[in-house]
């Protein structure tokens, strides 16, 4: 791990300053790049003079410093609203992805005595300063009990939970007054599930209890390993659960095809499960929480913050666009995707003939392979084509509703993994049993 030690800033106006510090800076630098530009007498265009390579520089260095919800928040929108966010401002937040910072370890003795008292190291054999993990929410350490187990410590960053609201706040009003976002966008519900979701995670307490269900309900299946939490050791912002190794679930990527596609077709259909037969769903796609046990060949599923149940209303819609989809009828297509609510219908009404030749191209996909190629993006490009006239038309802008948007969360990014692994997986198949449910 690369992560730099740096404070984080806990305190209410401290958090709030370094927002400031982003407005200022930014504005500054459209001043100055703005002034160039009139002086060599061209006509800046402000999204050009915001999104510098400064500027992206500046926003993702301060938000990665803030950690928390302010990080996470910027994670979330580079990985669900790529296709409705300038490419730009998509590239910024992205790079959220892979920034982290750890904290110093007078801060990191703090929080734990805090936690556990000031004799806390006499629990362990040994307890590893230098963490093995860290991201927006809190870092991970490595420790040994007195009696052998190997626990892996997650210890949450100071100040997380409780600046939450204005955090995620303070982002979007970022946004907006960026323009980048048109002010007729309505992202209220989107932002007040969010704050929801990220309280959620900030609550160690409730994912070690969401971490034991979602281990007894794949408590008999041999391809998966789910670390069970250390009670005693766990408060609202330290959990302790089983350390267990393995290595990332991307390294696979080189493996024989038949192990890559065996893996792959047991990510996907544990998606599929979560939907459908479990009606509980880890939400977070982010690669990492997968890794591979090379000694037990099966595969560690990690991070359960973002566990949630789905709504049955959810699985059914997403029921009926798969068997739609499964059948090559165009018209349940464009049905279910309005009722899902990935498409408004006035999106419809102003873009009918674009997104009807979007759905062609998928239903085409469907229909000619039984052996569904994820390496094979030909398809992927005809439809980015027919994205930016939809993305132009800022006034029928939409957001999906936020139930939806989070199963479809967990979706792209598995399947962003299957890519990745140039898996080749029998999907009709695989999708058949759980259309029109």
């Known amino acids: 791990m690369t ?16 927002f400031g510090q982003i407005a200022a800076g930014v504005a500054g630098s459209v001043v100055t790049q703005g002034a160039r530009a009139l002086a060599n007498g061209e006509r800046p265009n402000l999204s050009d003079l915001l999104l510098t390579p400064a500027n992206a520089t500046r ?24 296709d409705m966010l300038p490419p730009e401002l998509t590239v910024i937040l992205a790079r959220l992805r892979d920034s982290a910072h750890v904290m110093p370890p007078a801060q990191l003795e703090k929080v734990l005595a805090a936690s556990w008292g000031a004799g806390w190291r006499r629990r362990f054999r040994r307890f590893d300063a230098r963490p093995v993990a860290a991201a927006s929410i809190g870092q991970v350490h ?19 939970a409780r600046s939450i609201d204005a955090d995620v706040d303070n982002v979007a009003t970022l946004l907006k007054l960026s323009g980048l976002l048109p002010a007729s966008l309505d992202v209220a519900p989107l932002l007040t599930e969010a704050k929801r979701q990220l309280h959620e995670e900030a609550d160690y307490q409730r994912e070690a209890a969401q971490m034991t269900r979602y281990a007894d309900l794949l ?43 065996q893996v792959m077709e047991a990510l996907l259909g544990l998606v599929l499960r979560e939907l459908f037969e479990f009606g509980f769903m880890q939400t977070d796609p982010n690669f990492a929480n997968y890794r591979w046990q090379d000694a037990s060949g099966r595969i560690v599923v990690l991070d359960f913050g973002a566990a949630r149940a789905v709504d049955p209303a959810v699985t059914r819609d997403y029921a009926a666009l798969m068997a739609a ?7 349940a297509v464009r ?70 948007l989070f199963v479809q969360r967990k979706i792209s990014g598995t399947v962003l993994l299957a890519v990745r692994m140039k898996a080749q997986l029998p999907l009709q198949a695989m999708l058949a049993p759980y259309a029109d449910l």
């Open 3 to 18: 992560a730099d030690a740096r404070k984080v800033p806990s305190g209410r106006l401290a958090r709030l300053g370094a």
């Open 59 to 82: 926003v993702t260095d301060q938000l990665s410093r803030l950690r928390g919800a302010a990080m996470k928040l910027g994670q979330m929108i580079s990985l669900d609203a790529g």
């Open 142 to 160: 490595r420790a040994e009990l007195p009696d052998g187990r190997v626990l892996a410590i997650k210890v949450q960053y100071p100040g997380v």
């Open 219 to 261: 408590a008999d299946d041999p391809r998966f390993v789910v670390p069970r939490p250390a009670l005693d050791l766990t408060g609202p912002s330290v959990l302790a659960m089983d350390y267990i190794a393995a290595r990332p679930i991307e390294s696979l990527e080189t493996a024989p095809e038949v192990q890559r596609n």
């Open 325 to 331: 989809g499964l059948r090559g009828d165009s018209a």
């Open 335 to 404: 049905a279910a995707l309005i009722r899902v609510g990935f498409i408004s219908q006035a999106q419809f009404e102003h873009h009918g003939a674009v997104l009807d030749r979007i759905i062609a191209v998928i239903l085409d996909q469907l229909q000619r392979i039984e052996r569904f190629d994820f390496a094979d993006r030909a398809f992927v490009e005809k439809i980015r084509a027919e994205v930016p006239t939809i993305a132009a038309d800022r006034a029928n802008w939409h957001i999906p509703p936020a139930e939806a």
